[in-house]
């Protein structure tokens, strides 16, 4: 257990249609994190938050994605416009131990776009 | 641009045999790096770090070493036990770009009887 839960574990949709995902730390954390991790690839940065602030986006993360963490605990990402290059382990981290390097992983979501 | 670099691809090791995982990257911003282990459907689980002021570190079986000036790091596994087969990643951050994770490509590794 790694004191992060994600929901849903896995997720089916159509091409077009907006799916959300959300990544539930255990205990507060001032950063979270979201990465994209492909088939047969290592994850990829997408996002962090330092509290409800999102402060940076990478380049991977198009106008069709959003991410938010309203309260500084819970965050969730969404999807717009499903394309099925969007089908990828979505993952979120965070940093644990005291040490803001040390990142530990939630389960993650997979997402299947039709 | 692929800034850490990892092989070999895959790997088949007998049960008892060391693994050996290199990784080299090239940005000597980065300060840490960590060696995830991922089981297939579960999320990367941390497995040992090291710093760029350390040459090696040791955690029962896993050992990373680490030579700055080559801008390279590698894992050994020792005893390696069919329950390491997993996919391992090596990764690379930088604290001066809130320590957001750059991995390698990751190294399939079968432990077979």
């Known amino acids: 257990d790694t004191g992060v839960s994600q929901d849903p574990r896995h997720k089916i949709t159509k091409r077009g249609q907006n799916v959300t995902f959300r990544c539930d730390p255990i205990s507060e954390h001032n950063r979270l994190y979201w990465y994209r991790q492909t088939l047969g690839q290592g994850p990829e940065f997408l996002t962090y938050f330092q509290n409800e602030a999102q402060l940076e986006k990478s380049r991977l993360l198009s106008d069709r994605f959003s991410a938010e963490r309203p309260k500084g605990s819970f965050s969730t990402l969404e999807i717009q416009r499903t394309e099925q290059g969007d089908s990828a382990m979505y993952l979120c981290?965070?940093?644990?131990?005291?040490?803001?390097?040390?990142?530990?992983f939630g389960p993650g979501t997979r997402l299947l776009v039709l | 641009q692929q800034q850490v670099k990892q092989s070999p691809q895959s790997l088949i090791v007998q049960k008892g045999g060391i693994s050996i995982i290199n990784c080299a990257y090239e940005?000597?911003?980065?300060?840490?790096f960590p060696w995830y282990q991922q089981f297939p459907g579960k999320g990367p689980a941390l497995l040992i770090a090291?710093?760029?002021?350390?040459s090696e570190k040791k955690e029962g079986r896993f050992t990373i070493s680490f030579n700055k000036s080559a801008k390279q790091f590698s894992l050994h596994i020792m005893d390696s036990q069919p329950g390491d087969s997993a996919t391992y990643f090596c990764?690379?951050?930088?604290?001066?770009?809130?320590?957001?994770?750059?991995f390698g490509t990751g190294t399939r590794l079968q432990v077979t009887l």
């Open positions: 981290a965070i940093p644990t131990g005291g040490f803001q390097e040390t990142q530990y």
């Open positions: 090291i710093r760029p002021d350390v």
């Open positions: 940005n000597t911003a980065f300060d840490y």
């Open positions: 990764a690379a951050s930088d604290a001066g770009t809130a320590s957001k994770l750059t």
